[in-house]
């Protein structure tokens, strides 16, 4: 497979069908995207049906350590808008996330 084409952080796509790579997604930086790719994630396309909860709780699990819930909000700011939702900053979900972990703690991992 040819690798995938990166472009500048300040090229942030505004629709779902503009995201080439992770990176284009509003969002998702370089970190964030490693993280993804190291859960195998590699293209926007893939975290379309993901569930952003199972997301953070594999990047716990294949890196051994429990990240900053914050990356949680990041990922499902990153499926939602991937899913249709207009471009929104990661901390938008920051509420929905502390209600489901606080109603599901095994969502974390």
């Known amino acids: 497979m040819p690798p995938i084409p990166r472009q500048p952080a300040s090229r942030k796509a505004r629709h779902a069908d503009d995201a080439r790579v992770l990176e284009d997604i509003p969002n998702i930086g370089p970190s964030i995207a490693a993280d993804l790719r190291g859960i195998g994630i590699a293209r926007p396309q893939e975290l379309v049906g993901q569930d952003p909860f199972a997301l953070y709780r594999r990047v716990n699990e294949t890196t051994g350590q429990r990240h900053d819930p914050c990356l949680c909000d990041c990922f499902i700011a990153a499926v939602r808008f991937m899913e249709g939702s207009g471009p929104v900053p990661w901390w938008?979900?920051?509420?929905?996330?502390?209600?489901?972990?606080?109603?599901?703690?095994?969502?974390?991992?």
């Open 92 to 109: 938008h979900y920051t509420a929905e996330r502390k209600q489901r972990l606080q109603q599901d703690p095994a969502l974390a991992g």
